[in-house]
């Protein structure tokens, strides 16, 4: 069975680089995602292919879902990670956007058949977009940090590199499979404050979205973007003060952020107890926390 379904072969894409970004472990606030989505509204990208969920999704941990299609008539919609072009005429290349939900399954074989994209299109560089939870403050510009085979353009990009051990997704997979096939890789992940993690943030994927920029030279409008970073500040400020609890340990996170002069860092309360109240709070304001405007993955 072909697991990539092409719709049609996007011809003529010039030096392009391969953006992927996956929902659900990699996404803290769903910033890698919504980062995603929004580069492929603000490119006008076009779909050309999908992976077939079959192989590589458990679909009691990924359902699919019923919809009511243009006749009216029932259906099913099954999970699949789509893949778009975006084709950047005033930049020095084009994109491809590869986005879904993190498979469950067959992760060499899934990686392998993105690698397998990658030089079908001739693909120079692969960027995966990632978001996780951090005990950072909502009111700082977001920390991006990265890792990737040219250590000297992150360097040049000002990015940290990132030391973390331990458990990984797929795009840590992702990141592993393209270095061992010598395809140029890069990773760019964006803290989440800990404390709001259940609402989406537009500021971490703005902060995404111009770190991408940095790294393969396309340059989008994001002033919609902007404004919902704005409005997420604001709406996400609003409440921590109607928290004292939440509003103090946010406190101490700033103090901590701005004394670079501190060689071993004090430690700080956990965030997990804070922060189910803080969603308790924000979901009787509402919802389940600040609205992300603007674009939304396309489907």
Same mark, same amino acid.
């Given at each position: 069975?072909?697991?990539? %379904? !092409?719709?049609?072969?996007?011809?003529?894409?010039?030096?392009?680089?391969?953006?992927?970004?996956?929902?659900?472990?990699?996404?803290?606030?769903?910033?890698?995602?919504? #980062?995603? /989505?929004?580069?492929?509204?603000?490119?006008?990208?076009? &779909?050309?292919?999908?992976?077939?969920?079959?192989?590589?999704?458990?679909?009691?941990?990924? &359902?699919?879902?019923?919809?009511?299609?243009?006749?009216?008539?029932?259906?099913?919609? !099954?999970? +699949?990670?789509?893949?778009?072009?975006?084709?950047?005429?005033?930049?020095? &290349?084009?994109?491809?956007?590869?986005?879904?939900?993190?498979? @469950?399954?067959? !992760?060499?074989?899934?990686?392998?058949?993105?690698?397998?994209?990658? $030089?079908?299109? @001739?693909?120079?560089?692969?960027?995966?977009? *990632?978001?996780?939870?951090?005990?950072?403050?909502?009111?700082?510009?977001?920390?991006? =940090?990265? @890792?990737?085979?040219?250590?000297?353009?992150?360097?040049?990009? *000002?990015?940290?590199?990132?030391?973390?051990?331990?458990?990984?997704?797929?795009?840590?997979?992702? /990141?592993?499979?393209?270095? #061992?096939?010598?395809?140029?890789?890069?990773? %760019? !992940?964006?803290?989440?404050?800990?404390?709001?993690?259940? #609402?989406?943030?537009?500021?971490?994927?703005?902060? %995404?979205?111009?770190?991408?920029?940095?790294?393969?030279?396309?340059?989008?409008?994001? /002033?919609?973007?902007?404004? #919902?970073?704005?409005?997420?500040?604001?709406?996400?400020?609003?409440?921590?003060?109607?928290?004292?609890?939440?509003?103090?340990?946010?406190? &101490?996170?700033?103090?901590?952020?701005?004394?670079?002069?501190?060689? $071993?860092?004090? $430690?700080?309360? +956990?965030?997990?107890?804070?922060?189910?109240?803080?969603?308790?709070?924000?979901?009787?304001?509402?919802?389940?926390?600040?609205?992300? =405007?603007?674009?939304?993955?396309?489907?």
């Amino acid at each position: 069975m072909q697991s990539l %379904l !092409w719709e049609q072969r996007p011809d003529g894409l010039r030096a392009p680089a391969l953006v992927c970004a996956f929902t659900g472990w990699n996404d803290a606030g769903d910033a890698a995602s919504s #980062a995603l /989505s929004f580069l492929g509204s603000a490119l006008g990208a076009t &779909r050309f292919a999908q992976i077939d969920p079959e192989e590589f999704y458990d679909f009691q941990a990924t &359902r699919p879902k019923v919809a009511h299609g243009e006749e009216g008539q029932r259906e099913i919609v !099954w999970p +699949s990670v789509e893949v778009f072009a975006a084709r950047v005429p005033r930049a020095p &290349r084009d994109l491809v956007l590869l986005g879904g939900p993190e498979p @469950s399954m067959r !992760w060499r074989s899934f990686t392998q058949l993105i690698i397998d994209l990658a $030089e079908a299109l @001739s693909v120079q560089l692969v960027v995966s977009l *990632g978001a996780l939870l951090a005990d950072v403050p909502h009111t700082l510009p977001v920390h991006v =940090s990265g @890792s990737g085979s040219d250590s000297k353009l992150f360097e040049r990009l *000002g990015l940290q590199p990132t030391g973390y051990e331990g458990p990984t997704g797929i795009v840590g997979v992702l /990141s592993a499979a393209c270095a #061992a096939t010598g395809l140029p890789s890069a990773s %760019l !992940w964006a803290s989440v404050p800990h404390y709001v993690a259940a #609402a989406p943030n537009p500021k971490a994927a703005l902060a %995404l979205v111009r770190r991408l920029e940095g790294l393969v030279g396309v340059a989008v409008d994001a /002033s919609e973007l902007e404004q #919902a970073a704005a409005d997420y500040e604001r709406q996400v400020g609003l409440a921590v003060q109607s928290d004292p609890d939440v509003q103090a340990f946010v406190e &101490r996170l700033e103090q901590l952020a701005e004394d670079e002069r501190t060689t $071993e860092p004090e $430690e700080i309360p +956990s965030g997990d107890l804070l922060a189910s109240e803080f969603q308790r709070f924000l979901r009787q304001r509402g919802g389940e926390g600040p609205p992300m =405007s603007g674009p939304r993955r396309q489907g």
